[in-house]
């Protein structure tokens, strides 16, 4: 399927909203607060926040670059808001009121009139005409002043980046990390927003692209700034139906107590209360726009907020931290307050999605036990040493062989594994009112990673296998994106053979890219492992994840119903070429002459493309007849066909025999399986590389490090696939015989019996066909 990386509107649908629009507000703040925005209406949106130091603060923004939303859905840059008001009703619950000292502030940042970096600060209440609790605000851009009182400094307002609101508990003092007495929440509506003047319009992409079959995934650690309207908002835009898979996090959701000094996530797996509200304006949403919600929660938890009991630990007492900074941590499947605190946080989620009202679908996502770069695995916290015996063996590096009392912990491991995702699945088909359907995420370049080759027992235990889920979800992005198509199709193998759940009842995801400068060559295996996913028989495929799909301005668009899929039939020309056939192979040359007469020479193509005339060759009127028979097969121009070039149809040179050595084709790194049947003109620094996508599949002959192979097959247009990996700085070389695929030139051909008898050989022009790879 076509897939374009966006990286702005060129053409495409927009509209206009008000510049304000509540769905395109944020908020953040630092850790361990909460907070959250939703919208309420089209003019109006709710801010919640958790607050639990005197030195914390939320900040609800607005940002004149829109940096979050995909590019063809994204509104305008404009840094100008002379002549531009906002008003609106502010209603605050608990947080200061607008007449009080660190009361609400706005925040105005950008450059003065001689563009020099500025930030002014408003207090609100000088703008507001009402109660502290209660009142209109108007902001005119071009006429407010900073300061804490009136009369203040002008603000420029010709180029403002961003600014934000300051929300704030009773007692707050700057830059304290004192605890507050207890808990705070608090309560902002703000409402009848309305921009006036100037600049209160900005345009913005208005897309809605066809669906294309595939689903989105997001998750709350990535969206917990965001209304979830302008998540849904961007779903839709871009094609995506049916449902998605929302990851609930490790670091938001969750509600936060003291306990021994320390804010820990609280035992009963309750929810912080922006997790609630933004959460129930979400599944609502989702719902409205007849789109289900797969729900998922892991064994992972921010290590922070992670009782030390909780954490899974390697043999030396270490917990198991995941990568990111600040780390997470994953939870003990032994530790059975651990595992309470999972399944009453499920519950709760469970219940927010009855209410919305939608289906309770809940992805288990990827519960393991880590296992570090070191080879250390963890199952050495105190639960699992008890839960093991008392004294399990010790297991210093899953990297070197085992031993049979080894092996045997990881078994048990695997079955303690196993259980712990069977109660946390009856404890969500127990909360949900009706049927329940659960699924197992599992990470196969984790669990069954070649270097560790026993750690499966204990990550892809057969307790997992079919009924234990309703379906089966695997993502294998790390091997995806690296190439390693040979132990990702090992891998399907595998989980096929040991959880039995049939490709009808199983789902892929495929991403991500984590780094931006990625881009180009990871998307594009990602677009490519859905098209493979799809020719497995999956039929539920998901991108992950969305911000990387805003970011990079992934668009996935679907082939027109109107175009077959492959316009190209597998059949050979019915004619040998004679010396008469004439053949012309092409370049593209943008030639510029200079005043001086040097030239400036620039090749427009990497390769050529070659045309026949293929008439002169008729010697019959019996091949006349056969001829066109064949032409109104392929409809004329419509479809494509093999043939082979007389002068040019060998990897030896240009018509020898075939063998292993002739054309370099790649070099292994270990993880890359597929390569691109090539052949190699010139031996410059620049050879001209010509890809080969009709070999004679009967004439391949393929090495590996000079040693022939036959652990490989033949895959479509010229992919030669390896069944293992060549290894890492191996030169695989091959030998075939090639034909070219080419299309009638023309929707007609003109032939004359009177001229054919004649002598005159007839014009029957052919061009070879650029094909995709």
Known sequence: MAYWLARERRGQESSFIQRFDPRFWRVNFPRPAMASVVTTSADSMQIDVELHHEGELVGLIWESEDNVDHPLLAYETNRDYSNTSLRFRWQSEGVIALDEVNGPTLTIEGRDAAGNPQAWFIRLWNYAEGSPTDAMITLPFSEIESGFSLPGVPIFAGDIDRMFISLVAPGFAAGSNLPLPERFNGRVLVSDIVADGRYSMLETGDVRLPVHGDRLATAYDDAYDQTPARILRNLIGLGYREDLIHYVGMSHFMRLGLQSGNLLAVPNGELCQPCIEWHQSFFALAN???????????????????????????????????????????????????????????????????????????????????????????????????????????????????????????DEAGALLAQSTADLTA??????????????????????????????????????????????????????????????REAYIYVNARLQYPLDKQDYLAGFVLQAEDDEQYWARIDRGLDESTSRGIQRRYVWAQPQVNRDGYTRIPPSQEVEMEAFDDVNYPFALGRSASVAPEFSTSITVASSGHERRN?????????????????????????????????????????????????????????????LIGTGNGLAAEFQLVKTYGTNDEPQIRPITRPRAETLLVSVDGTRSSDWFLGEKGRLIFNTAPASSAEVRAGFLFDVPVRFAEDRVDISGVNFEAGEAPSIPLIEIREEI
């Open 288 to 410: 409205k726009n007849d789109l289900e919600v797969v729900t998922s929660i892991s064994y992972e938890l921010f290590n922070a907020y992670c009782p030390e009991g909780w954490k899974q630990r390697d043999l030396n007492g270490n917990p198991a931290l995941t990568g990111w900074v600040p780390p997470s941590s994953l939870l003990s499947p032994a530790n059975v307050e651990a595992m309470a605190w999972l399944q009453s946080s499920a519950a709760a989620f469970v219940t927010l999605l009855t209410a919305s009202p939608l289906p309770v679908r809940f992805q288990i996502g990827e519960p393991w036990w880590w296992t570090t770069a070191q080879g250390k695995v963890c199952i050495y916290d105190d639960a699992a040493r008890q839960a093991f015996g008392g004294d399990p063996p010790d297991i210093p590096d899953m990297r070197q062989p085992l031993d049979p009392q080894q092996v045997a912990l990881l």
């Open 427 to 488: 404890s969500i088909r127990a909360r949900a009112p009706g049927t329940a359907e659960v699924l197992l995420l599992a990470f196969t370049p984790t669990i069954l990673n070649p270097e560790m080759p026993e750690l499966y027992r204990a990550n892809l235990p057969t307790g997992w296998a079919r009924p234990a889920f309703d379906r089966l979800q695997l993502e294998d992005y790390d091997w995806l994106t690296d190439g390693a198509d040979a132990l990702r």
């Open 603 to 663: 090749s427009l193509w990497s390769d050529a493309r070659i045309h026949f005339d293929v008439g002169p060759g008729i010697r019959s009127e019996h091949e006349l007849c056969e001829l066109i028979s064949f032409f109104r097969a392929r409809r004329g121009a419509a479809r494509g066909f093999r043939i082979s070039d007389p002068t040019d149809h060998s990897s030896s040179g240009m018509t020898g025999s075939p063998t292993m050595f002739d054309q």
